[in-house]
């Protein structure tokens, strides 16, 4: 199958990003990706990790592109991507993980403070949220890299930007999710995990 959208990317961060899922997802079951791209993570995870089943998601015009990953790998644990735009309608099934990865610094703040605010209806009591990109710290950038991304992003919408690591904390943290891992990742990323509170 030709046409296939790819990102260089997804292909260098695939393997740090799984070395730590193995550990954080090895009791999980059901995962829903929010922002799955062109796929590519979709596929790698879930045939590395056949005992989950793997939910991929995005706005609609990704789908098609998702779909051609998801068929040219014919995996059983990977369902048909779902529509899914963060500000709009969101599945009435129940998951016990939530991953993301390279969205927080693209979505609007409110849609990012969205994202948060839906997790409560979509999890499952003892549900974790992983979520992999560029953060700031102390509304600080770590990297000299990190900052010129910012500048380029900014350059291309106004409302991105990477988020700063204590104001995504306090909107997991009011909907009910504490961090509970934190993992520095290469090209300046860090891969970072909550779990839901306990009544």
């Known amino acids: 199958m030709t046409g296939k959208p790819y990102s260089p990317a997804s292909d260098r961060n695939r393997e740090p990003i799984l070395a730590i899922l193995r550990t954080w997802f090895a009791d999980r079951l059901h995962v829903l990706e929010i922002g799955s791209g062109t796929g590519q993570h979709a596929v790698h995870f879930a045939a590395a990790l056949p005992h989950l089943i793997w939910q991929s998601s995005d706005r609609a015009e990704n789908l098609p592109g998702i779909r051609q990953w998801l068929d040219e790998a014919g995996l059983s644990n990977t369902p048909p991507p779902l529509q899914l735009d963060v500000t709009g309608a969101w599945p009435a099934d129940r998951y016990d993980a939530i991953f993301s990865a390279n969205t927080l610094h693209i979505m609007a703040w409110p849609e990012v403070e969205r994202m948060f ?62 961090l509970i891992d934190d993992v520095a990742m290469p090209a300046n990323n860090r891969l970072r995990l909550w779990k839901r509170r306990q009544a």
Do not use: Q, W
Request: aromatic residues 8%; hydrophobic residues 45%.
């Open 117 to 178: 605010a839906a997790l409560p209806s979509v999890t499952s009591a003892d549900a974790c949220v992983a979520i992999y990109g560029p953060f700031n710290i102390d509304d600080r950038f770590t990297s000299e890299s990190n900052a010129a991304f910012d500048r380029d992003l900014k350059m291309r919408n106004a409302h991105m930007g990477i988020r700063d690591t204590a104001a995504v904390d306090a909107l997991a943290a009011d909907k009910g999710f504490d």
